[in-house]
């Protein structure tokens, strides 16, 4: 097994939320390198765990001899047709990319290193260079401005366009690099000019948005009653949408929102919430590992009430 270069955020509040461990079914959604299903594991859990990324199964070896671990090639939003409905003694999510990924440049997920312009976490679909070199200028701006929250959205589309008509885009420093001149070139400022719309052809490569949703509605149908779920959110839209369906299916907000699946007049609530809001990374974590910094931890129980009618 590879030594695993990336670091679980907020690991001790993850297993502090699924607690107890010791004899559960439990479900890590999102793989990765392996930190939460390692703790998992050692806790004394059954775990089954997902990641569409096929090279996460180098991490995978030593948990499946212990014959407690189990890894699904395959997207989370999958988990109930793997373990059944209300199965589980909890689900925990680790949205967004991992360390790993981002230090990868063959992957092309970061323009801080060169790399061919993929950010597929998985390995089929269209690319994000397919996207760039394709798209009309008004669902690329949308792209940018909806995921990315880019307020240049349409100048950004518009310098793309444009030089892709002279060279198709196939690097990702390529990329960053128009981008950044299309932006006036924020050369020393905090956050690269690069950054939202690397993060916004990420999440629409690999719908990072809708798998979420789908995500939440397959927790909610393979939790047992008194289950656990956990999520580990790393940017606002990722959290608007946990916040919300939380909310909702906890029965806090009187109707439906956008960002979560239509509301079923009169269901019960099946979810109760952990804790009030967001719990964030400790001031230590934060200290020694950056990726902590924006994240936010939501968590609920799962209630006896029947799944909603609306997600089935």
Not at 81 to 108: C, F, I, K, N, P
Not at 189 to 214: C, D, G, M, W, Y
Not at 231 to 256: C, M, N, Q, W, Y
Not at 268 to 282: D, H, K, N, T
């Amino acid at each position: 097994m590879s030594e695993a270069p990336h670091v679980s955020v907020m690991l001790p509040e993850v297993l502090a939320a699924l607690t107890p461990l010791s004899g559960s079914a439990l479900v890590d959604g999102t793989f990765g390198a392996g930190g939460y299903s390692s703790a998992f594991v050692e806790g004394g859990a059954r775990v089954t765990a997902f990641d569409r990324d096929p090279t996460a199964r180098r991490f995978a070896g030593p948990l499946e001899a212990g014959g407690r671990f189990r890894l699904i090639e395959a997207r989370f939003s999958a988990m109930a047709d793997e373990v059944g409905e209300a199965s589980v003694d909890g689900v925990a999510l680790d949205l967004g990319v991992s360390s790993m990924q981002l230090d990868e440049a063959d992957r092309g997920f970061s323009f801080m290193r060169d790399g061919p312009l993929d950010m597929r976490m998985g390995a089929d679909g269209p690319t994000a260079a397919d996207l760039v070199n394709s798209l009309e200028k008004e669902a690329l701006a949308r792209i940018f401005f909806v995921y990315g929250e880019e307020r240049e959205s349409r100048r950004v589309a518009s310098f793309l366009i444009r030089r892709r008509a002279e060279t198709p885009f196939t690097r990702t420093l390529d990329l960053a690099e128009v981008v950044e001149r299309a932006l006036g070139g924020r050369r020393g400022a905090k956050v690269h000019p690069a950054t939202r719309v690397f993060q916004a052809l990420r999440i629409a490569v690999n719908e990072e948005l809708s798998e979420l949703e789908a995500g939440l509605v397959a927790a909610e149908r393979v939790l047992k009653p008194g289950g656990r779920l956990a999520v580990v959110t790393f940017h606002s839209l990722e959290d608007r949408i946990v916040k919300a369906f939380l909310a909702e299916r906890a029965g806090r907000t009187p109707s439906g929102s956008r960002h979560a699946p239509p509301r079923e007049v009169g269901a019960e609530p099946s979810f109760e919430l952990l804790f009030r809001g967001a719990r964030e990374a400790s001031p230590q974590e934060s200290s020694v590992n950056p990726r902590s910094r924006s994240a936010k931890l939501r968590a609920a129980l799962r209630t006896s009430a029947p799944v909603w009618s609306a997600s089935a």
